[in-house]
């Protein structure tokens, strides 16, 4: 989510300045589009700056799709430059209203732990796993940093590993064990004169490395598209030729359903779904020089859209509504036997 490149191969601030030129080209994106801005200020080392952006968004008459994400974020951002009272009461309030993306837990208990707070941290990311993960069901993608992170404060406590631990074990691919990566130790051999010990801590390292690349690889889902009933009907009187891709609304819903689940099936990981409509993709095909006909453009036109934030994570989260936007549970709709 955050930008990781090092502040000497990039002017920051100029990054961030040309992230709100482009948020007030396309408002529709201006959410995504300003965290990344602010994200770019804080490693510039201007963080009043960028918490002004996130009271901007907080601000804004327009509904923000993550506000506990932004709250979140400008917690962590405050507390990093002597605003502490005000972030621990951010952070209250954000654990307060429970939220269902995995995102703002992981936010501020990784405040609360980069600030030698590791009970509370602990207890963080404990409530949003338990919040968010169905026991009998897959650990979602997106909750995984989730019980990394949870995995990683229990072993700086010292705590005994439960089956979430065992979870986070199993979902970690690295060569290097979670274990060892979280060792309290490993401190110590960074100041070790043994070459061995040192050997050691370079493969950790560069296992960690690969993680990190791995994850950032795939800075947004595999997105699969959606339309809505009007949309859907819009597009093939529009262009009749997709008809052949659309044969009816409620085939194309359970297409989705079932293409998300083969994929995840196959060890695909983050995927998420992408709403689109006609509008919005007459431009994107006329972007491209081409017709909204030319059924080749429609996961172009998905990736597009999962690129610019505006993707759904699938599955949703326990408890909540399903992507088709029935108003049902997911669970009593197109989840029904997942």
Same mark, same amino acid.
């Given at each position: 989510?955050? /930008?990781?490149?090092?502040?000497?191969?990039?002017?920051?601030t100029?990054?961030?300045?040309? %992230?709100?030129?482009t948020?007030?080209?396309?408002?529709e994106d201006a959410?995504?589009?300003?965290?990344?801005?602010a =994200?770019h200020?804080e490693?510039?080392g201007?963080?009043p700056?960028?918490?002004?952006?996130?009271? *901007?968004?907080?601000? *804004?008459q327009? !509904?923000?799709?993550?506000?506990?994400?932004?709250?979140?974020?400008?917690?962590?951002n405050?507390?990093?430059?002597?605003?502490e009272?005000e972030?621990?009461? @951010?952070?209250?309030g954000?654990?307060a209203?429970?939220p269902q993306d995995?995102?703002?837990w992981? @936010?501020v208990?990784?405040?609360?732990?980069?600030?030698?707070?590791?009970?509370?941290?602990?207890?963080?990311f404990t409530? !949003?796993?338990?919040r968010?993960l169905?026991?009998?069901t897959p650990a979602?993608?997106?909750?995984h940093p989730?019980?990394?992170?949870?995995?990683?404060?229990?072993?700086m406590?010292g705590? !005994?590993h439960?089956e979430?631990d065992?979870?986070a074990?199993?979902?970690?691919?690295s060569?290097?064990?979670l274990?060892?990566?979280?060792? /309290?130790?490993?401190v110590w051999?960074?100041?070790s004169d043994?070459? =061995?010990?040192?050997?050691?801590? @370079? *493969?950790? %390292?560069r296992?960690?490395l690969?993680t990190y690349?791995q994850?950032?690889s795939r800075?947004?889902?595999?997105?699969v598209?959606?339309?809505?009933?009007p949309e859907l009907a819009?597009?093939?009187?529009a262009y009749p030729?997709?008809?052949?891709?659309?044969p009816?609304?409620?085939e194309?819903?359970?297409?989705?359903?079932?293409?998300l689940?083969?994929?995840a099936?196959?060890g695909? /990981?983050?995927?998420? @779904?992408v709403?689109g409509?006609v509008?919005?993709?007459?431009a994107?095909?006329?972007s491209e020089?081409? *017709?909204?006909?030319?059924t080749t %453009?429609?996961p172009?036109?998905?990736?597009?859209?999962?690129a610019?934030?505006?993707?759904?994570?699938? /599955?949703?989260?326990?408890?909540?509504a399903c992507?088709?936007g029935?108003?049902?549970?997911y669970?009593?709709?197109?989840?029904?036997g997942?």
């Amino acid at each position: 989510m955050r /930008p990781d490149t090092p502040a000497e191969n990039v002017d920051h601030t100029a990054e961030a300045a040309r %992230l709100e030129r482009t948020a007030g080209l396309y408002p529709e994106d201006a959410e995504a589009l300003l965290l990344q801005a602010a =994200a770019h200020l804080e490693l510039a080392g201007d963080r009043p700056a960028a918490t002004a952006l996130y009271d *901007s968004l907080l601000a *804004s008459q327009t !509904g923000l799709e993550n506000p506990f994400l932004v709250r979140a974020l400008k917690a962590s951002n405050l507390w990093e430059y002597g605003h502490e009272a005000e972030a621990r009461a @951010i952070i209250e309030g954000v654990r307060a209203a429970a939220p269902q993306d995995p995102a703002p837990w992981v @936010i501020v208990a990784e405040a609360l732990e980069s600030h030698d707070e590791l009970e509370a941290a602990q207890e963080t990311f404990t409530e !949003g796993a338990r919040r968010l993960l169905t026991e009998g069901t897959p650990a979602p993608y997106s909750t995984h940093p989730l019980l990394f992170g949870r995995h990683r404060v229990r072993r700086m406590l010292g705590m !005994g590993h439960d089956e979430w631990d065992m979870l986070a074990d199993t979902l970690h691919t690295s060569p290097v064990p979670l274990d060892e990566l979280h060792d /309290p130790k490993r401190v110590w051999s960074l100041g070790s004169d043994n070459p =061995a010990e040192l050997a050691a801590e @370079i *493969s950790r %390292l560069r296992a960690e490395l690969g993680t990190y690349r791995q994850a950032l690889s795939r800075p947004f889902p595999v997105a699969v598209l959606h339309w809505s009933a009007p949309e859907l009907a819009e597009l093939v009187t529009a262009y009749p030729s997709l008809a052949d891709e659309y044969p009816s609304h409620d085939e194309h819903l359970s297409t989705i359903e079932a293409s998300l689940r083969e994929l995840a099936a196959s060890g695909t /990981p983050n995927l998420g @779904i992408v709403t689109g409509t006609v509008p919005s993709y007459e431009a994107f095909a006329a972007s491209e020089s081409s *017709s909204p006909a030319d059924t080749t %453009l429609l996961p172009q036109y998905a990736t597009t859209l999962a690129a610019r934030g505006r993707a759904v994570a699938w /599955p949703p989260q326990r408890g909540t509504a399903c992507w088709c936007g029935s108003g049902r549970v997911y669970g009593e709709c197109h989840g029904v036997g997942a």
